[in-house]
């Protein structure tokens, strides 16, 4: 079975480990898209630490899961915003104001929304986290 989304595919299984109260859930395959999602939820305290798993039968992730997420998910299509648009996939994504963050794929990297809105920038919306 081929996966097309690797970003799709972990948060999934973060979120569903995350329903049944698992602190420990693998994530494979991977990606360094992936990690710099993971970075960010981390940064944020929404998950503990994660390693990865260097093996023959494939790269994998072990996170820790620390039962801080709700809800988290990707964001298809990748919709470009810009700085005036934030507040409208604020409203669409998250339920409510200053509640969780979307997750932005921006000329200076991955960073949050709020990040984003700080430096004053657009992109490409990955995800949503709360």
Avoid: W
């Avoid at 944020?44 to 023959?56: A, C, M, P, S, T």
């Avoid at 992730?61 to 709700?70: E, K, P, S």
């Avoid at 994504?93 to 984003?116: E, N, R």
């Amino acid at each position: 079975m081929s996966m097309n989304d690797s970003i799709a595919a972990g948060l999934s299984k973060i979120r569903n480990a995350e329903k049944v109260s698992k602190v420990l859930c693998t994530i494979k395959p991977i990606s360094k898209v992936l990690k710099q999602v993971l970075d960010i939820l981390k940064e944020k305290r929404y998950l503990g630490e994660y390693e990865v798993i260097i093996d023959g039968k494939g790269d994998h992730i072990r996170v820790n899961l620390i039962g801080a997420i709700n809800k988290c998910g990707v964001i298809k299509p990748r919709y470009a915003v810009t700085i005036d648009d934030y507040e409208k996939f604020e409203k669409r994504y998250l339920p409510a104001k200053d509640f969780g963050f979307l997750i932005v794929s921006t000329s200076q990297g991955m960073m949050t929304h709020y990040d984003a809105k700080e430096k004053k920038i657009g992109g490409r919306l990955i995800a949503y986290c709360y």
